[in-house]
């Protein structure tokens, strides 16, 4: 079946017109329940990390918004060395709601990379984004921070 559906995912998760491409990212965790973890690797793996380096900020918003689900799919190492270079881009991101979005989840991988990881990639982009000159952007990091929490602890950071 794989056979059939990743010649037009491939097609569509490239395709030139960025609703598709929004709809793909929207999409991805439904998507990859129907592949193989090797697949998920090889094939969407670069497409969610395009996603997330898309021109368009409505599909990096999205892409953004289902990067715990797409995580919790992947190895500790993809995430820390694919997509966590990208974050660090998104968090100077021209367009606040791509911001609000990585603000709102980029706590939810610390859990999946753990301690040592969380300190050394994700702190950095909660310290920058802490100083964002939107408010929303710093409320959705203080919602979300007792995820922050349960890793590193309170005495840590």
């Known amino acids: 079946m794989a056979a059939f559906i990743l010649p037009c995912i ?13 709809l793909v990212a929207d999409r991805i965790r439904e998507i990859c329940r129907g592949l193989t973890e090797q697949n998920i690797k090889e094939i969407m793996l670069p497409h969610y990390v395009s996603f997330l380096k898309d021109a368009e900020s409505e599909v990096r918003t999205a892409a953004v918004r289902r990067m715990s689900e797409f995580s919790q799919i992947i190895g500790n ?11 660090k881009e998104l968090q100077n991101d021209q367009f606040v709601y791509v911001r609000q979005a990585l603000a709102e989840n980029i706590l939810a991988i610390c859990p999946k990379i753990q301690k040592a990881a969380t300190q050394e990639h994700i702190l950095p982009i909660f310290l920058q984004l802490l100083r964002d000159d939107n408010s929303t952007v710093r409320l959705n990091l203080f919602n979300h921070l007792e995820d922050l929490n349960k890793i590193i602890g309170i005495q840590d950071l």
Do not use: D, F, H
């Open 77 to 87: 190492q993809e995430v820390i060395q694919m997509i966590i270079p990208t974050l």
């Open 10 to 22: 491939k097609e569509l998760a490239g395709v030139n017109s960025w609703r598709i491409r929004y």
